[in-house]
Nanobody, 125 residues
């Protein structure tokens, strides 16, 4: 059974860092396009970052460029999101999602086929 599980969320002070991890079971992430999304209370889901099947294409939302880094760990079968210089406006539930069909890096939720249940990130002093 295909399953995605996010981990690494928590409470952090402004300016701090967190590393989120998206782990897969039932399939390999290595040749799938993966996206990280977030949804803050009262707001629409936002595509934060994506990585293509080969890892050769990576994209970030303008709001996180220069602060967040997406990467694959093939050995662990995970896709991680390193988040630095966190701001209160980064507070949200963060989800990873996989694009099962052939396709490239996408930050559009409509392109994703399977989602994890999310991990909460709270940035507050």
């Amino acid at each position: 059974q295909l399953q995605l599980v996010e981990s690494g969320g928590g409470l952090v002070q402004p300016g701090g860092s967190l590393r989120l991890s998206c782990a897969a079971s039932g399939f390999s992430l290595s040749m799938k396009a993966i996206g990280w999304f977030r949804q803050a209370p009262g707001k629409e889901r936002e595509g934060v970052s994506c990585i293509s099947r080969s890892g050769g294409v990576i994209d970030y939302a303008d709001s996180v460029k220069g602060r967040f880094t997406i990467s694959r760990d093939v050995a662990k079968n995970t896709v991680d999101l390193q988040m630095n210089s966190l701001k209160p406006e980064d507070t949200a539930v963060y989800y990873c999602a996989v694009r099962l069909m052939l396709g490239g890096c996408s930050r559009s939720a409509n392109d994703m086929n399977s989602w994890g249940k999310g991990t909460l990130v709270t940035v507050s002093s």
